[in-house]
């Protein structure tokens, strides 16, 4: 298989959510799409991308991810996933998943521990947390929420009292991961790794360009 076979595919996104139902309880489901894999073969296209369908709160549409190696419930498990993988393979279509790498759900067990552990600790290093400006009541500078805003959360230390500040581009369910720290790089390699043993083509990288984070604390 051409590694850059992408880069002249047809590709088609399906939001498992409204795609199909397979089950009647009003919501789409991966097996739906497997029963859509006829008709997404007769359009003549070379791959689907499916947006997120891993264990997630859903504030975000599924974006906010507290399991990224795991199918979310309401749209079945792992064993449909791997079939909906053979069945559109069997039709000579790739498979795309939607992989999330900067930020994971304030549900994830990492954040959680984060919330309980002290400041400096290795647990909050995964996330960028930071003292917040002047006597602490102030976030570490200016930047604004996409979701409008500003994009940092004090919260409440194990204490009780107020803390520091996380950092989320988005949803203050989304706290931004920390990927000059090598645990996170980890991780998101085992959770690549996962995927492409189960036997899909390639992922579609969600706000890649938020990775990279400079002068947190600059307020310009």
Known sequence: MQSDWWRNAVIYQIYPRSFRDSNGDGEGDIKGVIEGIPYLASLGIDAIWLSPFYRSPNKDGGYDVSDPRDVDPRFG???DAKNLIEAAHAKGIKVIFD???NHFSSEHTW??????AAPGSKERNRFHFYDGKGDGSNPPNNWA????????TRITEPNGELGQWYLHLFDSSQPDLNWDNPEVFKDFEKTLRFWLELGIDGFRIDVAHGLAKDEIRNDH
Do not use: D, R, T, Y
Not at 111 to 116: D, I, Q, V, W
Not at 145 to 152: A, L, N, T
């Open 77 to 79: 498990n792992l064993a």
């Open 111 to 116: 954040f959680e521990a984060a919330l309980k």
């Open 145 to 152: 929420s996409v979701f409008s805003g500003s994009c940092w």
């Open 99 to 101: 992989i999330v790498p």
